[in-house]
C-alpha cells in the first residue's frame, strides 16, 4: 500500500477554469474551507483560457425571452428548458458581478468581451479570478490529478496523486464540485489544450451518476491545418472567414453551393458549416483531409481595419497573397456532460457539477459565446450549493476499503514491464479511431465498428498501460479516460438514428422529432452500462420556432 496523505475541506473544487474558479469564489463567501485542484498550474491549460473571451448576454435589444429562444432553437430543443431559462434570467446580474473580482468586461456587438495576450483571449477572465479566489482564502493544488472520487450514500472525498512528484493524497470533503472541462481530446483534430481528456465525466460515470447527450459533439468549422503554420489547429477568427472565400478542390464556394450564410457561422450555424466541410471531404472534394480558404479581398480589407494579431502571425510563416489555407472543422465542445438539475445537484448527494463537464444546458449545439456564460452563472451556483450543503453535512468519515481498489489500480499502472505499452500511442489510436468512424458524419456500420476498434484497444492495450514516472501515470489515466469517453460517446451516437445538431447521420439524415426529441441517458450499474431515452424536461414556455 502506497503512502496515502489525509487532506480535508469543506468543498472540493475539481477544474481551474472559469466554472471551477466562480464555484470556489462563491462557496467562500459562506466562509467554508475551499480547495481547488487542477492537473496544470491553477489557471493555465484550459478552455476558458484558450477561448475567444466572449461571453452573450441577454442585452442590446436581445431580451432575456429572447436569449431562451435562442439558446434552444440553436440547441435544436434537446436543451433542458429549466437550465436554459435559469442561464437567461442570471446571466446579465452574474456577469456583471465580475467586475468586482478584477474582471475587466468590454461590450462590443452586444456581448462582453475579455482580452489577453496572443491566443488566450480567457486570460482577462480567468487570471483575475485565480487572483480574488486567492485573495479570499480558496486553498489551490496545482499539478493534481484527482483519480476517483470517494462515496457510499454521498460523496466522503476524492484520491488523487500530484503529477511531479507522486505523492497520493486523500481528500476527504463533505461537498465536491466538478468543473473539469470536456473530452475533446478523443479527436484527431481540436483545439482543445492537452489536458481535456473528460476526467469529470469518468469520475462520475464510475459512481453511477448519469450522463446526457453524450452524442453531441460541437466542432468549430474552420480551423487552421495547415502544416507547418503557427497557431495550428486553431480556430480562425470570424473576421478572416467573412472576408475570405472557403472552397474545395475544385473552387466552388462551399457556402454558396450549401446555402451557408458567413454572418450566422460564429454565434449559430456552427453545426451546418462544419457538416457541409466534413461532406465535401467526405465526397473526395477536399486536399487532404481539408477544404480551402482564399483571402483574395484581405488586403484591401486591412486597409480599413487594423491588422489582427492572427494575420500578421500566419504571413511571417505563409505566403497568404499567393497561396489559399488548408483548414478543417475541429473538435471544439461537448454538449452533453453529467446530468444536474436546477442547483447543479446530481443524484449522488455532495456531488456538483458545472461547465462543460455538466450536460442539459447546451442541447444539440450551441450559440457562440455562451458556453463562458454558462460557465459563471452555473459555476456560482454549484458553488452556492455545494458550500450550503456542506454547512449542514457531518465530517466526512472514510474507511480504508473505500480507497484500497483505487491505490491497487494505481500500483498496477506504476509496475514496470517489458510488454507495457506508451499511454501516448494509446491516446493517439483513440482519437485516429474516433475521426475515423464517430466524428462530423456517422453511419450504422462505422459507429459498430468504432465500438469494435475501441473495445480491441482496450482489451489489446489498456490493460498493459505502463508509466514509471508521475506524469506517464497522469498520461496513463488519461488514455483510460479517453477510452471511457469515446466508448460512451459512440454508443449514444449509434442510438440515436436520426441528425439533429452536432449529430449527423448520414443513414439518417433528417430531424426525427416525433421519435427522437428525447434525452440519451447513460448510467453505470454494477459494472454495466444502461442506455435509456428521457423526455427533454421544459418549462411550458415556447421556445419558438
Keep these: 500500500m502506497l503512502f496515502l496523505k489525509d487532506v480535508k475541506a469543506d468543498v472540493l473544487v475539481v477544474g481551474s477554469g472559469a466554472a471551477g474558479l466562480r464555484a470556489a469564489i462563491e462557496a467562500r463567501k459562506f466562509g467554508v474551507d475551499i480547495i481547488l485542484v487542477s492537473k496544470t498550474p491553477v489557471g493555465w491549460a484550459n478552455n476558458s483560457l484558450y477561448s475567444s473571451g466572449v461571453l452573450t448576454v441577454p442585452q442590446a435589444g436581445l431580451t432575456t425571452q429572447q436569449y431562451f429562444e435562442l439558446i434552444l432553437r440553436t440547441g435544436k430543443r434537446m436543451n433542458n428548458q429549466k437550465l436554459v431559462k435559469i442561464l437567461a434570467e442570471e446571466a446579465a446580474t452574474q456577469l456583471l458581478e465580475l467586475r468586482e473580482y478584477g474582471v475587466e468586461l468590454n461590450v462590443r456587438g452586444g456581448r462582453y468581451h475579455t482580452t489577453g495576450p496572443n491566443i488566450m483571449q480567457g486570460a482577462g477572465l480567468v487570471q483575475p479570478l485565480v487572483k480574488f479566489a486567492k485573495a479570499i482564502g480558496v486553498k489551490m493544488l496545482d499539478n493534481f ?12 472525498g476524492a484520491v488523487g496523486f500530484n503529477v511531479k512528484s507522486g505523492k497520493n493524497i486523500l481528500l476527504k470533503a463533505k461537498a465536491i464540485v466538478l468543473a473539469s472541462g470536456g473530452a475533446c481530446q478523443i479527436y484527431r483534430r481540436t483545439d482543445n489544450p492537452a ?56 473552387h466552388e464556394d462551399i457556402a454558396k453551393k450549401h446555402g451557408l450564410n458567413p454572418e450566422f457561422i460564429y454565434l449559430t450555424d456552427r453545426d451546418f458549416w462544419s457538416i457541409a466541410i466534413a461532406k465535401e471531404i467526405d465526397q473526395g472534394l477536399g486536399e487532404g483531409e481539408a477544404v480551402l480558404l482564399n483571402l483574395p479581398d484581405i488586403w484591401r480589407v486591412l486597409g480599413e481595419h487594423r491588422i489582427p494579431q492572427f494575420l500578421l502571425r500566419l504571413a511571417g510563416s505563409f505566403p497568404l497573397r499567393e497561396k489559399a489555407l488548408h483548414v478543417s472543422p475541429l473538435a471544439h465542445t461537448f454538449m452533453g456532460g453529467v446530468r444536474i438539475g436546477e442547483n447543479c445537484q446530481t ?51 472514510l474507511e480504508k476499503p473505500l480507497v484500497k481498489e483505487e491505490l491497487r489500480i494505481l500500483d498496477r499502472v506504476r509496475r514496470s514491464t517489458h510488454l507495457g505499452v506508451e499511454p501516448s500511442l494509446v ?33 489489446e492495450e489498456v490493460e498493459r498501460l505502463h508509466a514509471e514516472t508521475p506524469r506517464e501515470l497522469m498520461e496513463a489515466l488519461e488514455a483510460i479516460n479517453m477510452l471511457t469517453v469515446a466508448k460512451l460517446v459512440a454508443t449514444s451516437a449509434k442510438m440515436r438514428k436520426e441528425s439533429r445538431g452536432t449529430h449527423y447521420r448520414s443513414d439518417y439524415p433528417q430531424q426525427n422529432d416525433r421519435e427522437w426529441l428525447k434525452n440519451i441517458i447513460i448510467t453505470r450499474r454494477n459494472d454495466e452500462v444502461g442506455i435509456e431515452l428521457s423526455p427533454v424536461p421544459t418549462t411550458g414556455i415556447s421556445a419558438g420556432e
Excluded at 447546451?362 to 463562458?372: D, F, I, P, Q, Y
Aim: glycine share 12%; net charge neutral; with cysteine.
Design 145 to 156: 490529478m484527482v483519480f476517483d472520487l470517494v462515496a457510499d450514500e454521498a460523496v466522503r
Design 195 to 250: 489536458r481535456t481528456t473528460g476526467d469529470g465525466y469518468v469520475l462520475a460515470h464510475k459512481l453511477g451518476v448519469p450522463l446526457i447527450d453524450m452524442e453531441f459533439i460541437q466542432f468549430f468549422p474552420i480551423g487552421l491545418v495547415e502544416p507547418g503554420c503557427p497557431m495550428f489547429m486553431f480556430p480562425v477568427p470570424p473576421f478572416i472567414i467573412e472576408h475570405g472565400v472557403l472552397q474545395n478542390r475544385l
Design 347 to 397: 443524484n449522488l448527494p455532495g456531488l456538483y457539477v458545472a461547465g462543460e463537464s455538466a450536460g442539459g444546458v447546451r442541447g444539440a449545439n450551441r450559440v457562440g459565446g455562451s458556453t463562458l456564460t454558462e460557465c459563471i452563472v452555473f459555476g456560482a451556483r454549484a458553488g452556492f450549493n455545494a458550500a450550503k450543503y456542506a454547512k449542514n453535512a457531518t465530517e466526512p468519515s
Design 427 to 459: 491516446k493517439q489510436r483513440i482519437k485516429e479511431v474516433m475521426w475515423k468512424y464517430c466524428g462530423i458524419i456517422r453511419t450504422e456500420r462505422g459507429l459498430e465498428a468504432c465500438v469494435r476498434a475501441l473495445q480491441d484497444l482496450e482489451a
